[in-house]
């Protein structure tokens, strides 16, 4: 079955620098990319996703990267703000088999410094 | 749009007692499902539901219970807690069981067994 790694389990940036969070699978089957930002007290929400047919994507300061070829995924946050702060997870999934078959990375916990 | 509603929002069992975690989205979504999320170990699928009357297993289903009488609701019930569950729990739901789709996560349960 598919096998997401995150890193780094921690990350502290100072604020208007960037921050780059860093995931790896393992089934090459995966075709979808997820990324979700938890904040304190509150239920993950999806922030960015790629699909395997996309080498880039961008959305404002946030951007996701895929290589397939090495089976790994960034997310990017450029210009860093204290919102920013917050818990972010990967995940990866066969795109057309169950939303069940979704696996998450171990999270990253991005601290903000003023 | 309440989206997806969870109680309680915290609950404190001692061993052996039986509870039921409450969940309801009101965005008339196929799919739904629970987490746990434990420190370092990401979100761990316990039950998920693709349809009113449909449900199946996780990763990690053992001391769980589910049903899905309807399509806005879809409780987890403890049968006997163990001090093992204490976690927070998630759950969340997505317009189709497929798997390329955002799931929308509710604020969360936060289970102490004592």
């Known amino acids: 079955g598919e096998n997401v790694e995150q890193h780094p389990s921690t990350l502290s940036v100072q604020e208007g620098d960037s921050a780059v969070i860093k995931c790896t699978y393992s089934?090459?089957?995966?075709?979808?990319f997820p990324w979700y930002k938890q904040e304190l007290g509150k239920g993950p929400q999806l922030i960015i996703d790629?699909?395997?047919?996309?080498g880039e994507k961008k959305d404002q300061r946030i951007a996701v990267t895929l290589n397939k070829t090495a089976k790994h995924f960034s997310l990017h946050i450029t210009e860093t703000q204290p919102e920013d702060s917050a818990v972010y997870f990967c995940?990866?999934?066969?795109?057309?088999?169950?939303?069940?078959?979704?696996?998450f990375g171990s999270g990253t916990r991005l601290s903000i410094r003023p | 749009n309440a989206g997806v509603t969870q109680t309680p929002k915290f609950q404190v069992l001692k061993t052996g007692q039986s509870m039921t975690l409450q969940c309801a989205q009101d965005?008339?979504?196929?799919?739904m499902s629970w987490y746990r999320q434990d420190p370092g170990m990401g979100l761990r699928l316990i039950h998920y539901?693709?349809?009113?009357?449909?449900?199946d297993q996780g990763e990690v289903p053992n001391g769980y219970n589910v049903s899905r009488s309807t399509t806005e609701d879809f409780p987890l019930r403890l049968l006997s807690a163990a001090p093992s569950q204490t976690s927070v729990y998630f759950c969340?739901?997505?317009?189709?069981?497929?798997?390329?789709?955002?799931?929308?996560f509710g604020p969360g349960t936060r289970l102490t067994v004592t």
């Open positions: 969340a739901s997505s317009y189709s069981p497929e798997g390329g789709h955002e799931q929308y």
């Open positions: 089934d090459s089957a995966s075709n979808y």
């Open positions: 790629i699909r395997s047919n996309v």
């Open positions: 995940a990866a999934i066969p795109g057309y088999s169950s939303a069940s078959k979704i696996i």
């Open positions: 965005m008339n979504h196929e799919y």
């Open positions: 539901s693709v349809g009113a009357g449909i449900t």
